[in-house]
């Protein structure tokens, strides 16, 4: 069957937005919060798509796909394959209750990114229905998991720096709390995370640099609690502010990265001749302005989660399973300026 994700589609939504949400497939609930969000992108509460429909939040803004835009699509075609539809209602964070979990008529939960303690995701261990986790949070017993290796995809990033003669590094990082905090992050906030993906991310790179003598102390990391390009080149404008000895800058996500990018031209530096750029994701836009990055499977995310989720066959054991990534070289990394 063909999907559109035009507006005239049954069961599209979009023109909704906020930091998390809970998306439910017809009979099973995907709980999302904590990662990179579109401004365009609402939570949809309580919306009941159709069964023969992939599940699509689509950007009005940008009118294209953003990555988690593509989970949803792989985590809608397997839901499509399985005859089942989906339901998002919100897990903002600040949520104590988990009230919408406990109520949720369905026979089970992807859970997409959520922190370390969060009451949704102990609601749904509440709920004697099948569970799969997607990057987040990790170590749960008896629920299967589909991510990364994100600490070893960072390593490489921070590697490739390193090889090009990189020693003084920047990070500018996505949110490391559940509160605010839009500033610098010091070593204790990095440890106290209960976001493990980004704590990967950054022990990668820190990894990374490590082979090159680079001490992850000294590297000053700006963090940013919304995921957009105004906070990704604040962050940018800010930390090449304080460190304007920096040469290369390290994001988390290709959102920051290429708004990094963006506040370099507005400073007037060059990359990658006085400045060089890394991401993480490997958005669409981040082939066009040739960015080096980590490309990862997001559509392979949510259609193995779909079917993890939908297999009815025994479930002896928990099953973890990781997809591969790929760093990709692209211009905006060269040799450090003299």
Request: contains cysteine; glycine residues 12%.
């Given at each position: 069957?063909?999907?559109?994700y035009g507006l005239d589609a049954?069961?599209?939504?979009?023109?909704?937005?906020?930091?998390?949400?809970?998306?439910?497939?017809?009979?099973?609930?995907?709980i999302v919060a904590g990662l990179?969000?579109?401004?365009?992108?609402?939570?949809?509460?309580?919306?009941?798509?159709?069964?023969?429909?992939?599940?699509?939040?689509?950007?009005?803004?940008?009118?294209?796909?953003?990555?988690?835009?593509?989970?949803?699509?792989?985590?809608?075609?397997?839901?499509?394959?399985?005859?089942?539809?989906?339901?998002?209602?919100?897990?903002?964070?600040?949520?104590?209750?988990?009230?919408?979990?406990?109520?949720?008529?369905?026979?089970?939960?992807?859970?997409?990114?959520?922190?370390?303690?969060?009451?949704?995701?102990?609601?749904?261990?509440?709920?004697?229905?099948?569970?799969?986790?997607?990057?987040?949070?990790?170590?749960?017993?008896?629920?299967?998991?589909?991510?990364?290796?994100?600490?070893?995809?960072?390593?490489?990033?921070?590697?490739?720096?390193?090889?090009?003669?990189?020693?003084?590094?920047?990070?500018?990082?996505?949110?490391?709390?559940?509160?605010?905090?839009?500033?610098?992050?010091?070593?204790?906030?990095?440890?106290?995370?209960?976001?493990?993906?980004?704590?990967?991310?950054?022990?990668?790179?820190?990894?990374?640099?490590?082979?090159?003598?680079?001490?992850?102390?000294?590297?000053?990391?700006?963090?940013?609690?919304?995921?957009?390009?105004?906070?990704?080149?604040?962050?940018?404008?800010?930390?090449?502010?304080?460190?304007?000895?920096?040469?290369?800058?390290?994001?988390?996500?290709?959102?920051?990265?290429?708004?990094?990018?963006?506040?370099?031209?507005?400073?007037?530096?060059?990359?990658?001749?006085?400045?060089?750029?890394?991401?993480?994701?490997?958005?669409?836009?981040?082939?066009?302005?040739?960015?080096?990055?980590?490309?990862?499977?997001?559509?392979?995310?949510?259609?193995?989660?779909?079917?993890?989720?939908?297999?009815?066959?025994?479930?002896?054991?928990?099953?973890?399973?990781?997809?591969?990534?790929?760093?990709?070289?692209?211009?905006?990394?060269?040799?450090?300026?003299?």
């Open positions: 069957m063909k999907v559109d049954p069961g599209v939504v979009r023109g909704f937005a906020v930091a998390g949400a809970l998306l439910a497939v017809a009979t099973v609930v995907l990179p969000v579109a401004p365009e992108l609402f939570a949809l509460a309580a919306v009941m798509l159709l069964a023969t429909v992939a599940a699509m939040v689509h950007s009005s803004r940008r009118g294209k796909l953003v990555e988690r835009d593509r989970l949803l699509e792989g985590l809608g075609l397997a839901c499509e394959a399985g005859g089942t539809g989906l339901l998002m209602v919100p897990a903002a964070p600040g949520d104590s209750t988990g009230a919408l979990v406990y109520g949720a008529a369905v026979d089970g939960f992807v859970v997409y990114s959520m922190p370390t303690g969060d009451p949704h995701v102990t609601a749904v261990l509440e709920r004697p229905v099948p569970s799969v986790v997607v990057d987040q949070p990790i170590g749960l017993s008896g629920v299967d998991f589909v991510g990364l290796d994100d600490r070893g995809a960072a390593a490489e990033l921070g590697r490739h720096l390193g090889e090009l003669g990189h020693r003084r590094v920047g990070v500018v990082a996505n949110r490391l709390g559940t509160d605010r905090n839009d500033g610098p992050a010091d070593l204790d906030r990095q440890e106290r995370s209960p976001y493990a993906v980004v704590n990967a991310r950054l022990a990668g790179l820190a990894d990374g640099l490590a082979e090159h003598g680079v001490d992850w102390a000294g590297v000053p990391v700006e963090e940013r609690f919304d995921n957009s390009s105004g906070a990704g080149e604040a962050a940018a404008t800010a930390l090449l502010g304080r460190h304007p000895e920096l040469t290369a800058v390290a994001c988390t996500t290709d959102v920051f990265a290429l708004a990094t990018l963006a506040a370099a031209g507005r400073r007037g530096m060059r990359v990658p001749r006085e400045l060089s750029v890394t991401g993480f994701d490997d958005v669409p836009e981040a082939s066009a302005a040739s960015l080096t990055t980590v490309h990862q499977p997001m559509l392979d995310k949510g259609r193995v989660a779909g079917e993890l989720l939908l297999d009815e066959g025994d479930r002896p054991a928990a099953r973890h399973v990781l997809l591969p990534t790929t760093l990709v070289v692209r211009n905006s990394t060269g040799k450090p300026r003299e």
